[in-house]
């Protein structure tokens, strides 16, 4: 059994959780800050980011489901087409695989033993490794990143709506104030959490989030501002 664990294992839900909440968290503050600067009412604002949050949970797992679903189909497809080859020109195959490692530094004899060898335990699955790039650990699940992308993007977006449920007799400014905290808050915290789940250095990853969260909220504001609305 390996002493250490890989990363690399964690891709696929990882990846899910991460484009969703930071997609939740983004869009939903970019539409409250939007919202809200163009004037609408305290009830209208909330009632305009449950929306948002519901339509992009069911939008974000709608989403995520076909995607990988037709990337589990595409690796399905191929890895078909390998059984085939290998049933009708096994000689060859063998070559190949021999010739993938000789190209990866395995001396010839050698190389020619592992292909056979390997070709023995699992033929299939040693040519999806060498010519595909596919592991059984890194297969797509579709309904794994659906419900994982749907929750996510909820848990995401619920952090800004708080702030405009905590705070309903705030002015404008107040108001845009702490929406924008509360956002900037949640994406330091999940560029973090992201990085470190996935091994990477934590410092770009918040400013990643950080950098583009702002930038959304600053476009909306500006597009709220453009209806005139005095901010008092």
Same mark, same amino acid.
Request: proline share 3%; charged share 15%; no cysteine.
């Given at each position: ?32 800050? !939007? $919202?809200?600067? @163009? ?8 009632? *305009?980011?449950?929306?948002? +949050?519901? /339509?992009? &949970? ?46 990866? !530094? $395995?001396?010839? @004899? ?8 390997? *070709?023995?335990?699992?033929? +299939?699955? /040693?040519? &999806? ?50 929406? @924008? ?52």
């Amino acid at each position: 059994m390996p002493k250490e664990g890989h990363y690399v294992n964690r891709t696929g839900w990882l990846r899910a959780s991460v484009l969703g909440a930071n997609d939740g968290i983004v869009s939903t503050a970019s539409l409250l800050v !939007g $919202v809200i600067a @163009a004037g609408m009412d305290h009830a209208n604002v909330v009632l *305009t980011g449950l929306a948002g +949050l519901t /339509a992009g &949970a069911f939008s974000m797992a709608a989403g995520e489901y076909v995607s990988v679903s037709a990337q589990s189909d595409t690796e399905a497809a191929d890895l078909e087409r390998e059984r085939r080859a290998l049933h009708e020109d096994p000689d060859y195959e063998l070559d190949e695989l021999t010739a993938h490692f000789t190209d990866n !530094g $395995v001396q010839d @004899a050698l190389a020619r033993q592992v292909a056979e060898q390997m *070709t023995e335990h699992d033929a +299939l699955a /040693a040519h &999806a490794r060498s010519e595909l790039g596919l592991w059984e650990e890194g297969a797509a699940d579709p309904l794994q990143a659906a419900w994982t992308s749907a929750v996510s993007f909820a848990v995401g977006a619920g952090l800004p709506l708080l702030g405009v449920l905590v705070m309903p007799t705030a002015s404008v400014p107040m108001s845009l104030a702490v929406v @924008a905290a509360m956002t900037l808050l949640a994406l330091m915290g999940l560029g973090a959490v992201g990085a470190h789940m996935g091994g990477a250095p934590i410092r770009p990853g918040v400013l990643r989030v950080l950098f583009w969260g702002s930038v959304a909220m600053a476009v909306t504001a500006g597009v709220g501002r453009l209806f005139g609305v005095t901010m008092a």
